[in-house]
């Protein structure tokens, strides 16, 4: 539940308006029919003999081909654990330690909140859905227009998200385009983000000198260096490789500071099939579990046992043009079996799912979001990057997309909670009830009334926020109400009310004192 939400009271308070007030209220965590943490898993792309060709393949690649442009730092720390630097300058990697490192690798992983109540456990195939990404412009739905992103964008991004039920994290989804000094930017992120939400968090960094300075906000906003330590509630979204098969050399000295900072850390790979990655399916799997776990060898290397989080983000790419097209079925395939990867090597996991290649939030960005939001939350994807509100193949973020996106996302996750089996949900009571009676002599024919069908309504049924589901008399008696124009009276009423994240002023003092604040 988010922070602005109050447990729903048992019983009838009295008059329609206060029964229908009732059933519009946030659900108390019992009668929740979806949460965040439901376990998928039944989706399976991957038979498991595929799965370990794909696992075979990665390590050959690691053994024979191996990985360029580590830093010498990272060159140092791989080849102390037994990675073999070739003359080449390729770093290689035998097979025995990539076990090692699978064995002493975080299982278990808790992503934590500023609140508690987001915490998220990231063991098995427990699902999560959030943000991410670094669109460089805001879509306009008002205008229909494109616009460079800004800071205060990525607060309000922040603050609606908060008030999302089905939106369990917030990675940063645009960079700051207002903010030419990539350092101020950095921090900056930093603090529009925390002062938007109190759920876990991910940001990036442009340069490894710039990680302290946002460290020591952090140590600020959570009360002290171990307070931050005891629970870092934001993560390192790292893109450590360029692929194919090469270290992002900065950003592998970024990924060491976040590291001795006690951060976690997402090994994101990013490879485009057809392009940056093979154009096969199983090979742009093969090559992004190969960098990934190259990662997986450098944090534990540095830290055994550091909570780091598998980002295998292949793309799909059409091929027709070159242009990304992460709103296809490929993309959904791919992320998918993603998930089975992670799930082999018992490590926590993410990928891309929900973005789309339309500009707009239309019918193309409903299939497209919903076919990948489905298919890698019933993979058992703990972490489903790109949610929500992502448009332009990762150009642009929209505010009202992000929204919308919290009502697809409900409908994804019941998908993924399924069906359950029981002598109470087979119901041959009931139906012998309803059609025979109690006494023999005949039922209702109906189940409208059945005691079954009012205590169950909440439980088993997710009920959209703002999707329409009434007749088209009905529709057109209420002046026809447009999806898009509500999503924008939601936000502005959101954007309206003051963040629950907002810090203490004599803390947001202390900030502004340290640090030059974009965000008025």
């Not at 602005?4 to 029964?19: D, I, L, N, V, Y």
């Not at 794909?54 to 580590?70: K, M, P, S, T, V």
């Not at 992460?326 to 079996?337: D, H, I, K, T």
Request: glycine letters at 10%; hydrophobic letters at 40%.
């Amino acid at each position: 539940m988010t922070e602005s939400k109050k447990p729903r009271r048992s019983g009838r308070s009295g008059g329609r308006a206060a029964r229908v007030a009732e059933r519009a209220a946030p659900l108390t965590d019992d009668l929740r029919p979806v949460r965040p943490g439901m376990n998928g898993g039944t989706y399976k792309p991957l038979t498991d003999l595929e799965i370990k060709r794909i696992h075979d393949a990665a390590l050959q690649c690691l053994e024979e081909i191996g990985l360029a442009d580590a830093p010498d730092s990272g060159v140092e720390i791989l080849t102390n654990a037994g990675a073999i630097l070739g003359s080449d300058g390729r770093i290689r990697f035998p097979r025995a330690l990539v076990d090692d490192s699978l064995a002493m690798a975080a299982k278990q992983i808790t992503l934590f909140g500023r609140d508690p109540a987001y915490d998220m456990d990231l063991s098995g195939t427990r699902v999560h859905y959030g943000t991410a990404g670094a669109a460089v412009h805001m879509v306009d739905i008002k205008t229909n227009e494109y616009r460079d992103s800004t800071v205060k964008d990525l607060y309000q991004a922040a603050h609606i998200a908060h008030h999302l039920d089905h939106i369990h994290f917030l990675q940063r989804p645009m960079v700051c385009r207002d903010i030419s000094d990539n350092q101020e930017m950095d921090y900056n992120t930093v603090y529009a983000c925390c002062s938007g939400t109190t759920k876990h968090i991910g940001t990036s960094f442009v340069e490894p000198d710039f990680v302290p300075k946002c460290i020591d906000m952090l140590h600020m906003i959570a009360g002290s260096e171990a307070k931050w330590r005891e629970r870092p509630f934001m993560s390192n979204s790292n893109c450590f490789v360029v692929p194919p098969m090469k270290f992002a050399t900065e950003s592998c000295e970024v990924m060491e500071r976040a590291i001795d900072a006690g951060m976690p850390v997402l090994l994101l790979s990013a490879g485009m099939a057809g392009a940056t990655a093979p154009s096969t399916l199983a090979g742009a799997v093969v090559q992004a579990t190969a960098e990934c776990l190259a990662g997986l060898v450098y944090v534990n290397a540095i830290k055994p046992g550091h909570p780091a989080i598998l980002g295998t983000w292949p793309f799909g790419l059409d091929l027709r043009t070159g242009a990304m097209s992460v709103g296809s079925g490929e993309q959904a395939l791919l992320s998918a079996a993603c998930a089975q990867m992670h799930q082999f090597y018992g490590v926590p996991g993410g990928a891309a799912g929900g973005a789309s290649d339309s500009k707009l939030p239309d019918m193309q960005a409903g299939w497209e979001q919903m076919c990948s939001n489905v298919m890698t939350g019933l993979s058992g994807l703990n972490m489903v990057y790109e949610a929500a509100g992502m448009h332009a193949s990762l150009l642009g973020f929209c505010h009202e997309s992000l929204i919308l996106g919290d009502d697809l996302i409900g409908q994804a996750q019941r998908c993924v909670r399924g069906i359950e089996v029981t002598e109470d949900t087979l119901a041959v009571d009931i139906i012998r009830d309803t059609v025979l009676g109690a006494d023999g002599r005949g039922g209702p024919g109906h189940y409208l009334g059945a005691g079954q069908t009012l205590s169950r309504m909440q439980k088993d049924y997710v009920y959209p926020t703002l999707g329409d589901r009434t007749s088209p008399k009905e529709w057109a008696e209420k002046d026809k109400p447009d999806l898009i124009e509500n999503a924008i009276t939601r936000k502005e009423a959101i954007l309206a009310t003051p963040s629950p994240a907002a810090f203490d002023p004599m803390l947001d003092r202390a900030i502004r004192d340290k640090f030059n604040i974009h965000l008025k």
